[in-house]
């Protein structure tokens, strides 16, 4: 504990934000970073609890007592070398994680949680900075192949923790880039992707081989994938949701992926024939999490008229709901620094109808209100209000509805099972198809789910490919208390 009263002391604070009027005019990232001195202090208000909670909150187990212990006494390459124990990819969960272990934290019962992601972020970036996160090559090399598909953070995971066990890995990539949804799902804004590119460096100086432009299944053959000892299956769930609503076909009724990759492709270089821009236009997002966040904050950097959301559940309590209590993670509102940007926020509504002109282009959307019935053994019924229809101008409208599984291809194809929702199916923990050299991990295993969950998968899948190679491992894993311990 780096200090006993730390905690009495010391309020939470967080890095700032430029102003709304300046940041809206780019697509950089538009963190103010806190000093030294004061992220020393941030360090300082964890209690280095005697059951820390914030490890059964974190998917990764980091250590987080420890490394925020270190970062209280000026440790940093300690903290840095402790924070890379369990997590792979710190830069990109300090920025984009939702921080499940900051509402487990137990000092969040009574005052404001341990600033645990700031830290975490801050670490990184002094170690990136310092140069102390440098190639780490295997010694030896076993001369068992391994085939990765998909270079999200899951499929990063595992291809950097089997490459250490000493395989040779070759990690294939559909788009003409590395990062699965890190590199084109997530605005520039949120995350520059320089960040993503130094650490690409790290993992092929280390050994890895990547391969980009390359759809297994498509212009790749599933065949070509017998020639590797090992397969691991990172592809996530992109099969995006739609809507059940007349007038869906719509000319100007738009994916919101496909606003955002347009975007972020043309942030570096490249020409989008016909991009969809929010450029003086009505913009209606539909979906209330952060990848509607992401499409508000894009629409208002492109010059959107107007930026309306709407959500068809009820809107959060502004503080914990008694429905989720300390430790579990809060059903409560959030807002965003696009939210702050400029958004009409819209909850309990339902779009009924997309409306178009004689030449098929969205004009607007009708939509009523709507509230859930509960009866307890049911399923909750959604009842629309009478009386509460409303027409809204509307000219362009974006699906930000989540994703409903992994595309199929790659499972027709190998004869993988797939489990009731559509995922490949692989036992938690052992992350082993139905054919035995064939490995998935990550959203395209559990669904669409967080970026901590996607690395811790893609770490414990690495372990189960490299003992079922090897007949043991010493990667590292989790134990059932979320304790970083080797087999």
């Not at 799902?185 to 993503?196: A, D, S, Y």
């Not at 901590?452 to 893609?458: K, L, N, P, R, T």
Request: glycine letters at 10%; a negative charge; charged letters at 25%.
């Amino acid at each position: 504990m780096g200090k006993i009263t730390g905690f009495k002391e010391f309020e939470r604070q967080d890095e700032s934000y430029t102003p709304v009027v300046d940041r809206v005019k780019h697509y950089n990232e538009f963190t103010v970073p806190l000093k030294e001195e004061e992220i020393t202090k941030q360090g300082s208000r964890c209690m280095d609890c005697g059951i820390p909670f914030c490890h059964s909150g974190c998917p990764l187990g980091n250590l987080i007592p420890d490394f925020n212990h270190m970062v209280h006494q000026g440790e940093w390459q300690k903290a840095s070398w402790l924070l890379h124990s369990t997590n792979n990819f710190p830069e990109f969960t300090g920025r984009l994680c939702p921080a499940p272990c900051e509402k487990s934290c137990v000092l969040g019962i009574i005052e404001d949680p341990v600033s645990i992601e700031n830290i975490e972020k801050m670490i990184v970036e002094r170690a990136f900075k310092e140069g102390w996160i440098k190639p780490q090559p295997p010694k030896v090399r076993t001369g068992k192949t391994i085939a990765i598909v998909g270079s999200g953070p899951a499929g990063l995971a595992a291809a950097q923790q089997l490459n250490r066990a000493g395989h040779t890995v070759t990690v294939f990539e559909r788009d003409n880039a590395i990062g699965g949804l890190l590199r084109y799902g997530i605005p520039n804004f949120k995350m520059e992707k320089g960040v993503i590119d130094r650490r690409i460096a790290i993992l092929e100086a280390e050994g890895i081989t990547f391969k980009v432009n390359v759809n297994v299944g498509e212009n790749y053959p599933v065949e070509k994938l017998k020639d590797f000892d090992a397969v691991v299956l990172c592809g996530g769930a992109t099969v995006r949701r739609s809507l059940p609503t007349p007038g869906i076909d719509a000319d100007g009724v738009v994916q919101a992926m496909d606003f955002l990759t347009q975007q972020t492709k043309v942030v570096f270089g490249e020409t989008i024939e016909n991009q969809v821009l929010a450029t003086d236009k009505h913009v209606i997002v539909i979906g209330g999490g952060d990848t509607g966040s992401d499409c508000v904050g894009t629409s208002n950097r492109q010059g959107a008229k107007s930026v309306v959301n709407f959500e068809i559940m009820p809107k959060p309590p502004g503080h914990r709901s008694p429905t989720t209590p300390w430790p579990f993670w809060p059903l409560q509102l959030k807002t965003s620094s696009s939210h702050e940007e400029g958004v009409e926020r819209n909850w309990l509504i339902n779009t009924k109808e997309f409306i178009t002109d004689e030449n098929g282009k969205l004009t607007a959307l009708k939509t009523v209100n709507v509230e859930w019935k509960m009866v307890p053994g049911e399923r909750p019924q959604l009842i629309e209000i009478e009386g509460t229809e409303k027409t809204w101008p509307c000219d362009l409208a974006l699906l930000a509805l989540g994703f409903t599984g992994p595309e199929s291809t790659i499972a027709d194809q190998l004869g993988l099972e797939k489990d009731a929702r559509s995922n490949y199916k692989a036992e938690y923990g052992k992350y082993q198809t139905n054919v035995p050299n064939i490995f998935t991990a990550g959203d395209m295993r559990r669904g669409q789910s967080l970026i901590v969950w996607a690395i811790s998968e893609g770490r414990e899948a690495a372990r189960q490919v490299d003992i079922y190679l090897m007949g043991k491992s010493d990667l590292p894993t989790k134990d059932e208390a979320g304790d970083l311990v080797a087999l």
